[in-house]
């Protein structure tokens, strides 16, 4: 395990990231909007990939293994995204 | 007699039990918010009702209350040969989890009176079950931080700081999917 790279420039960015989504998105009481929901969703899913392959040391070792870990938050993140797009689209 | 396993083999093992942990935890999430999911799409109009009565504001804040204190559990992996600071940021961590496990019981209070409603008993059922599951997660791993900060054993931490950053991601899925969408 390697928690270095976890305070890197592109895990403050990802924070700041899902911070800044979170408070734009509940600035007012009304639905969220799909642009902060998403930002939320790709900043989890960069989180995630940053989390496996630097902390969890599995740049380069093990690419399966790295690859199905991030594709479990993608898989949900995608769902919840396009559920939330989905009536926008229909009507 | 049973050989001594070299410090190698220890290591294996520690990692097959963390790989074990990490893919039970996703697989039992997955299972959950699969669910969760469906009965979203079958019943839109007792979910979307349901919603109303959530707390998005507080779940938000609640979420970076759980960065945070993820952040301080690597912050404690980093600092393995400063002791004391190791220490203070194991505690950090319990703290910031704790405070999670408190702000989530005010945030049931809230939401109680509601689920009460057979309109929207099967959004509570499944709201609190995986809110709950995740939950009850926080609060172990946050009692077992306040533990380890008495040993300071690595491996103990690295297995804590890992599933902690799972429980963190499993959250930063499960917010969005039942408070946002």
């Known amino acids: 395990m390697?928690?270095?790279?976890l305070f890197s420039s592109a895990n403050w960015i990802i924070m700041l990231g899902v911070v800044a989504a979170l408070i734009a998105a509940q600035w007012?009481?009304?639905?969220?909007?799909?642009?902060?929901?998403?930002?939320?969703l790709v900043f989890t899913i960069a989180k995630?990939?940053?989390?496996?392959l630097d902390f969890m040391s599995l740049r380069g070792t093990r690419p399966n293994l790295a690859r199905a870990l991030v594709i479990w938050p993608t898989f949900f993140a995608a769902a919840g995204l396009a559920k939330a797009l989905a009536p926008a689209v229909w009507h | 007699m049973a050989a001594i396993p070299t410090t190698e083999e220890s290591d294996e093992g520690g990692d097959l039990l963390l790989w074990v942990l990490v893919w039970g935890e996703l697989a039992a999430f997955g299972f959950?918010?699969?669910g969760y999911l469906v009965m979203s799409i079958l019943h839109p109009e007792s979910f979307g009702?349901?919603?109303?009565?959530?707390?998005p504001?507080?779940?938000?804040?609640?979420?970076?209350?759980?960065?945070?204190?993820s952040w301080q559990a690597a912050l404690a992996v980093r600092y393995q040969d400063k002791p004391q600071l190791q220490r203070l940021f194991l505690l950090l961590a319990a703290a910031?989890?704790?405070?999670?496990?408190?702000?989530?019981?005010?945030?049931?209070?809230?939401?109680?009176?509601?689920?009460?409603?057979?309109?929207?008993?099967?959004?509570?059922?499944l709201y609190f079950l995986i809110t709950g599951f995740h939950l009850a997660h926080v609060a172990f791993v946050a009692l077992l931080f306040v533990f380890a900060s008495i040993r300071l054993e690595r491996s103990t931490i690295v297995i804590l700081t890992t599933i902690w950053h799972v429980i963190d991601i499993v959250w930063l899925v499960m917010f969005p999917m039942i408070y946002l969408t």
């Open chain 2, 49 to 55: 009702l349901a919603k109303l009565h959530l707390a």
């Open chain 2, 57 to 69: 504001r507080l779940a938000g804040f609640n979420t970076i209350v759980l960065l945070a204190s």
């Open chain 2, 96 to 125: 910031l989890g704790i405070l999670f496990v408190a702000l989530k019981g005010v945030e049931y209070s809230f939401e109680w009176g509601a689920a009460s409603d057979p309109n929207l008993q099967t959004f509570f059922e």
């Open chain 1, 48 to 52: 995630v990939r940053l989390i496996v």
């Open chain 1, 28 to 40: 007012k009481h009304q639905a969220i909007p799909i642009v902060a929901l998403t930002i939320i």
């Open chain 1, 2 to 5: 390697n928690s270095s790279k």
């Open chain 2, 32 to 34: 959950l918010l699969l």
